[in-house]
Structure formats: C-alpha cells, structure tokens
C-alpha cells in the first residue's frame, strides 16, 4: 500500500490519496463538498474528468491529511479515470439508495477498482441518500449482504443533511492509518513509500484534468 509521510514541520504527518467511485448522480460531489467544506449544493451538475479537494483530520493524535478525488460516473470517463486509482489507498463506492440500477453496478465498479488499485486497498460501500426513506429501491440487508460478501466495510450516508458523512470517511481513514502505522512498525513498507523525507506536495500540476470545485458537480 502507497502513502505518504510528510517532512517533520509540515502541516500533516501522513497524507492518504482516497478515491470516491459510482455511477453518475449517487452523490459523489456532495459526499466531497460535505465533508471537506460543510457544503451542499441541490442543483449541482455532472463531474467532468476527476477533481479533488483535502481536509486533514487527526487519528490518534496524528494529523491525517485526506486528498480525495471525485472521480465522474459516466462512462465515457471511465477510460480517464482508470489511471487515478493509482496511488490510492483508500476508496468510497457509493450508489443511490433510490436507484437499484446504481447498486447493480457495484459489483462493475469494484472489479475495475481491484482491476487498477493497490490490493490492499480500503473499501467501504455507501449507501448514499438515505434521507429519502419514501424512495428506497435498495434494502439495507441487501446492500449489507454485498459487503460482507466481497470483504468491505458498509454504511449509509445523507449529503443533504449530513447522516454519517464524517463517520464514512473517519473509518475509512482510521482503517488506513492502521495499515500503514503497522506497515511502518513491522517494517514492511517499500522503500521511500513512508520515508519522512519524502513528501507529496498537492497542487494542480498533480490533477492536469483538475476542474475548479467551485464549479457545479454531480449530487
């Protein structure tokens, strides 16, 4: 697994590279925009490519760094996007809790994931628009299921009014974090992965398909 520890002084100690994945309109933008800025926006549009935003939380008394790239649902992306699950340790796969044709495509999705990512990586499946109980198409126990079954992590989130967002992301943090610290101790990790000196710097010659996150985005 490929993290990042950052140069004594720096603002973070670790810096984890998590990707959101799903079909188009689940919600992926809002999950991002909710979690790392408090926002919400109702009439947002499709992702275009993949951007990204950060938000640095502490994990056992460790500040954990979170860059978290939005990747778009569409398939005419799917070809772009393919090469960002490089590098990344940790993966939300969201679906629409109103749309089983999105649940269905999990599986599709978790197979290109395992396809391209570390094989370690973090996965958590998310249920995502929980807070439209009259429209669920997607049972709990089914989704649940699913996760037991291929080995992840589940919960179900609301980016319109916050339900389980923080708790989503945290644990999936906090999972990672354990990975690597053990890594770290066992002596495990390659050679450079979390050298001290050997920093990530994020800014937007990182993301050359970067959007503006102001721009409007996908649910």
């Known amino acids: 697994m490929s993290a990042l520890r950052s140069r004594e002084g720096n603002e973070y100690d670790y810096l984890f590279k998590v990707v959101l994945i799903g079909d188009s309109g689940v919600g992926k933008s809002n999950l991002l925009s909710r979690f790392t800025r408090n926002e919400f926006d109702l009439e947002s549009k499709s992702t275009i490519g993949v951007e990204f935003a950060t938000r640095s939380v502490q994990v056992d008394g460790k500040t954990v760094k979170a860059q978290i790239w939005d990747t778009a649902g569409q398939e005419r992306y799917r070809a772009i996007t393919s090469a960002y699950y490089r590098g990344a340790v940790g993966a939300l796969l969201v679906y629409d809790v109103c749309k089983h044709m999105t649940f269905d495509s999990v599986e599709r999705w978790l197979r290109e994931l395992r396809d391209n990512a570390d094989q370690k990586i973090v996965i958590m499946l998310v249920g995502n628009k929980s807070d439209l109980r009259h429209l669920r198409a997607v049972p709990t126990e089914e989704a649940k299921s699913f996760a037991e079954k291929n080995g992840l992590t589940f919960i179900e989130t609301s980016a319109l009014d916050a339900t389980n967002v ?54």
């Open 166 to 219: 923080e708790q989503a992301f945290y644990s999936t943090l906090h999972e990672i974090y354990k990975i690597v610290t053990t890594k770290e101790i066992t002596n495990e990790a390659p050679r450079g992965a979390l050298d001290p000196g050997n920093p990530i710097k994020v800014d937007a010659k990182d993301n050359p398909s970067r959007t503006n996150l102001g721009d409007k985005k996908c649910c």
